[in-house]
């Protein structure tokens, strides 16, 4: 089995910064892509960033891009989103989804194409 954590979500104000981590653990993976997800109030789960298992392939949202930045330590088994310039639309709960993959370039965008789930970390942006 596979643990997926989040952490590193909190308050901040608009315009402000926060740094989400993404741990996975459990079963010895032997190499896996990462992405990073949102669902706001009222709103469907809809993809934020992914970085494929090498980290040299990384893909945005229109909506984060040149203001979130995804990358990955994998001596840590850890993905990093970093946030900036944060607005009140970015309020959501953010999850990060892992799959197992053979092709070490490739991202995915995809929520059904993820394999294991963590449970969130609430991100909320205040005007």
């Known amino acids: 089995q596979v643990q997926v954590v989040e952490s590193g979500g909190g308050l901040v104000q608009t315009g402000g910064s926060l740094r989400l981590s993404c741990a996975a653990s459990?079963?010895?993976?032997?190499?896996?892509?990462t992405g990073w997800f949102r669902q706001a109030p009222g709103k469907e789960r809809e993809f934020v960033a992914a970085?494929?298992?090498?980290?040299?392939?990384?893909y945005y949202a229109d909506s984060v891009k040149g203001r979130f930045t995804i990358s990955r330590d994998n001596a840590k088994n850890t993905v990093y989103l970093q946030m900036n310039s944060l607005e009140p639309e970015d309020t959501a709960v953010y999850y990060c989804?892992?799959?197992?993959?053979?092709?070490?370039?490739?991202?995915?965008?995809?929520?059904?194409?993820?394999?294991?789930w963590g449970r969130g970390t609430q991100v909320t942006v205040s005007s």
């Open positions: 459990g079963r010895t993976f032997s190499y896996y892509a």
């Open positions: 989804a892992v799959v197992e993959t053979a092709q070490l370039m490739r991202f995915y965008i995809s929520e059904y194409e993820y394999d294991y």
């Open positions: 970085i494929s298992w090498s980290g040299g392939k990384t």
